[in-house]
């Protein structure tokens, strides 16, 4: 297996070159996705590669792109819908949430939507509150969406490919700020299911559970506690839904002690599912209580200084790790 | 056809005073938009901005017929609608460079200026999100029978997006005193009109709701308000609303000045259009008739440059928001 570092958006890149390449049932439609190859360059060549049949540009129509990819899977085809910032998936809310989501259970099981719609979310590019959120929650708490936030170049070739693989209706979740972030990634095409967590670092002393980009945050902080003996443990989820609990607990009964952080509002955010599973599971195994790290309660603001206090960060995160350790 | 000058002149003559009114309009956003997207590109401030240099005809010739009372609702690219309306350098660089002094104290940014005293409802960041709620100020209009219109600005790509369809009709089935203006300059994001709609002439689109539908050149000022006051005057009669397009084109790229990835347009086609810049085009006017000398406009451009270096400087040197503070404003207490 050969390895070399790609960028985020370039191993996304190469997994929809791939997968495209491998299923002739898969295609690509969205605003600016073909002539363009995308706002964020996540589709740069595929029209080249796969022609205007397979790869195309649509009005600026939401509800109609999703809506279209609905009817277009139930068909058989492998639709991939892009919603180029995750802030739009609103303007298409019907079409993902009361339609795409329910055709399977509704039907009694008779019609399957493999669909997959991509995205970018997250906020740290002064882009304000309607270019800036992260609403996995939201997304995740619908029966029959799967949900998916990949945090590393590897995950995001993976994950789209897992993704448009997977025959039920899914979101990829990209994150804007970590389309140049470079890693190892195969040059073989590969694919990295759903609902398997991935153990970013080991550690004892404690676990932080980091969704999407605060991953990378949870990275730096973890070094830096390591220089002070204090060994950290990270899980990435990978996907929001479904959520690999397992993996958690298990990791939670090792450390004793966990902070689940994420970029999205605390309130109602995954990290309060994520915490209320794991007191569920592991409650006798708590020597703390299992915290959370978040943005505040308000939308996401515009000003450089208010959008660096809103999202968590690395300082942030071992702070909140140290404190964990404190408790007796 | 009479040219729309010829018709604008049957209606209402051509006087001194609107001359310099459109022209100091338009002079205001161009600069501001060149001085604005300079300093974001050289890292001065924060963000990415949509610029309207091209366009400005069209903001300035329908904000020149409204009052402060009449409301607006704008777009992604909205500065110039900001400014044709009336709002002040000051605050607006400041949005623009994040401070607690700018119109929304930092919190919104380009993407979401507002000036409620001057009847700006707000600049949007979602395609087609401000003109429902133009219908509603309109319906706020109709209610209270204060004889205000609301007017809503889009581009060419927004009425291809639901909420513009819903607006229409529903404005049209209440008769409600709003126009909605397509500011129609060819593409949307990197998508020419004839890759995104059928329609040469998206006018057309009116016939569908039983309004009037009205093409104007977007680079004569005079036109466009002639349309603008047409439109705004059979709103307040009760009559319903009108749809106006504005045939225009924007000089600079989506985003930015410069940043064309791809060659998505013709440089030829940028430089046909700029032959018709709408404010070489009233200067002329002006001059030809005697209204105004050359040195008159001069002396606005002066004035405007000016203006934007006391805003920047204001802005620059404002204090930053607390972040003690990104608690306040989520709810009205
Ligand atoms: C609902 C929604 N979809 C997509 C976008 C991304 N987007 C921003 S501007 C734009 C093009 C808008 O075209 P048009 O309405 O013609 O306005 P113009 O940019 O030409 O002024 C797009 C697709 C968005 N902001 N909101
Ligand atoms: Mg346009």
């Known amino acids: 297996m050969t390895t070399r570092e790609l960028t985020y958006v370039k191993a996304f890149n190469e997994g929809m070159h791939q997968v495209m390449a491998e299923d002739p049932d898969v295609f690509l439609i969205g605003e600016d996705v073909a002539g363009y190859g995308g706002v964020f360059h996540m589709f740069d060549g595929l029209l080249t590669e796969f022609g205007g049949t397979r790869v195309v540009d649509t009005p600026i129509s939401e509800q109609a792109i999703i809506g279209l990819g609905v009817g277009a899977a139930a068909r058989g085809l492998r639709p991939v819908c892009d919603l180029m910032f995750m802030d739009f998936v ?38 304000a509150a309607q270019h800036s959120q992260s609403l996995e929650a939201w997304l995740a708490h619908i029966p029959g969406l799967k949900v998916a936030m990949p945090a590393s170049p590897y995950d995001a070739k993976g994950l789209i ?92 009964k090792k450390t004793n002690r966990v902070l689940v952080v994420h970029e999205a509002v605390e309130f109602g955010g995954i990290g309060a599912e994520i915490s209320s599973q794991i007191q569920e599971s592991a409650f006798d195994y708590l020597d703390a209580p299992v915290t959370r790290l978040a943005a505040p309660f308000a939308p996401v603001p515009f000003a450089p200084i208010l959008e660096n206090a809103y999202v968590p960060d690395a300082p942030r995160i071992e702070a909140v790790v140290r404190r964990l350790l404190e408790r007796k | ?219 004569d000022v005079l036109a466009v308000r002639n349309v603008a006051l047409e439109a705004i005057d059979r709103a307040k009669r009760g009559e319903g609303p009108t749809l106006i397009e504005a045939k225009t084109y924007r000089y600079f790229d989506h985003q930015g000045i410069k940043g064309m990835r791809i060659l998505y347009r013709d440089p030829a086609e940028v430089e046909a259009w700029k032959t018709r810049d709408a404010i070489n085009l009233i200067e002329a006017i002006g001059v030809e008739r005697g209204l105004v000398s050359a040195e008159e406009f001069a002396e606005i451009w002066a004035q405007t440059e000016a203006d934007i270096d006391d805003g920047i400087e204001f802005a620059r040197t404002s204090p930053d928001p607390d972040p003690v503070d990104i608690l306040d404003d989520v709810y009205t207490a």
Do not use: W
């Open chain 1, 90 to 127: 609103g303007v298409a809310m019907d079409q993902i949430f009361n339609q795409a989501a329910k055709m399977k259970y509704m039907f009694g099981g008779n019609v399957s939507v493999p669909l997959t719609i991509t995205t970018a979310g997250g906020a740290g590019m002064s882009a």
């Open chain 2, 1 to 219: 056809m009479a040219t729309p000058t010829e018709a604008l002149e049957s209606v209402m003559p051509t006087t001194r005073e609107l001359v310099l009114d459109l022209h100091r309009r338009m002079v205001r956003i161009r600069r501001f938009e060149e001085r604005a997207g300079k300093l974001v590109e050289s890292g001065d401030m924060p963000g990415f901005l949509h610029l309207y240099v091209g366009q400005e005809a069209v903001a300035a010739g329908v904000c020149s017929a409204l009052t402060d009372a009449d409301q607006i609702t704008s777009t992604h690219r909205g500065h110039g609608h900001a400014i044709a309306k009336g709002a002040d350098f000051r605050p607006m660089f400041a949005e623009l460079y994040g401070k607690t002094t700018g119109y929304c104290k930092g919190r919104g940014g380009s993407m979401h200026i507002v000036d409620m005293n001057r009847g700006m409802l707000g600049a949007n960041a979602i395609v087609g999100g401000g003109i429902p709620i133009a219908v509603g100020a309109a319906f706020a209009s109709q209610y209270r029978g204060d004889g205000t219109v609301a007017v809503s600005f889009f581009g060419d790509g927004a009425t291809n997006i639901g909420a513009f369809h819903e607006s229409v009709n529903m404005a049209a089935v209440l008769n409600l005193p709003v126009v909605f203006v397509i500011e129609n300059n060819g593409y949307a994001e990197f998508t020419p009109q004839d890759r995104h709609m059928k329609l040469t002439d998206i006018a057309d689109r009116a016939s569908s709701y039983g309004i009037p539908g009205v093409i104007v050149d977007g680079m």
């Open chain 1, 161 to 252: 490919v897992g993704a448009i693989r997977d025959d039920n209706p899914t979101i990829v979740v990209l994150n804007k700020k970590m389309l140049g972030v470079k890693g190892p990634v195969p040059e073989e095409l590969y694919s990295i299911p759903f609902g398997v967590a991935n153990i970013v670092r080991e550690g004892n002393n404690a676990t932080i559970v980091a969704i999407g980009r605060m991953v990378v945050e949870a990275e730096k902080a973890a070094e830096n506690l390591e220089k002070d003996g204090i060994s950290v443990e990270i899980i990435d989820p990978r996907t929001v839904q479904p959520l690999d609990i397992d993996t958690i607990v298990t990791s939670v």
